[in-house]
């Protein structure tokens, strides 16, 4: 079992939509969660990060985590096609003095105008 | 402030050969990890560089090394190449390596092809 599973999707929505993303894990060292974006032949951009449970708001991103249930989610209200990218989740956890990140498979995105 | 640059941006070699791949870290960032991302994967952790130590690791074998430059730049080398290799190779700088949040800015890729 992974310790972040993510649906890769495709995920495919009309211009306006609000998009709900999600990963689980299994983990529950983990201490931080992320959510990357990768449009195609680029590196990934941090979104968003969190630290505990609840929502933080960014925007048109919503970024929600569950640790009792190990659940992690991303809303985009009013998406756009440039909102088209692979979206990632991403978490961590300080082990031997260092900090590393362990990402979902990643859910590929397409708003269509 | 300058970001996070990789070269070279692509890259093909065959099995058994050897590779290097390099990185210039961000302005003020002394941590360098690197990731290896196979096509329709997240990346995964190969090892990170703090202070030119190595210090973590990931599931990645011993033909999988890197170094670390007093100007906190970095490279991944990897010998024996095998055709799993494939894949986007992806660095990733930071202000520090230890016990703290700090964000990983990543750079554009090496997408290695081994033939």
């Known amino acids: 079992q992974k310790e972040v599973e993510q649906d890769p999707g495709p995920l495919s929505v009309p211009e306006g939509a609000i998009v709900s993303l999600n990963c689980t894990y299994s983990n529950s060292a983990f201490q931080y969660f992320m959510w990357y974006r990768q449009y195609s032949r680029k590196g990934p951009e941090l979104l968003m990060y969190?630290?505990?449970?609840g929502n933080k708001e960014d925007g048109r991103f919503t970024a929600q985590v569950d640790k009792s249930s190990k659940y992690i989610s991303l809303f985009i209200r009013d998406s756009q096609p440039s909102d088209s990218a692979t979206y990632l989740c991403?978490?961590?956890?300080?082990?031997?003095?260092?900090?590393?990140?362990?990402f979902g498979a990643g859910t590929r995105l397409a708003v269509h105008p | 402030e300058t970001g996070v640059t990789q070269s070279p941006t692509h890259l093909i070699k065959t099995r058994g050969q050897q590779v290097t791949l390099r990185c210039s870290s961000q302005s003020g960032h002394n941590t360098v990890s690197w990731y290896q991302q196979a096509l329709g994967q997240g990346p995964q952790f190969i090892f990170q560089y703090y202070r030119e130590e190595e210090n973590g690791r990931g599931n990645f074998p011993p033909r999988f090394s890197g170094l670390q430059f007093p100007n906190y730049s970095s490279e991944l080398n990897v010998n024996a190449l095998e055709l799993d290799d494939s894949a986007l190779y992806l660095c990733?700088?930071?202000?520090?390596?230890?016990?703290?949040?700090?964000?990983?800015?990543f750079g554009p890729g090496t997408r290695l092809t081994v033939l």
């Open positions: 969190t630290y505990s449970s």
């Open positions: 991403a978490m961590s956890k300080f082990s031997g003095g260092y900090n590393k990140l362990i």
């Open positions: 990733a700088s930071s202000r520090t390596g230890g016990f703290s949040y700090n964000e990983q800015f």
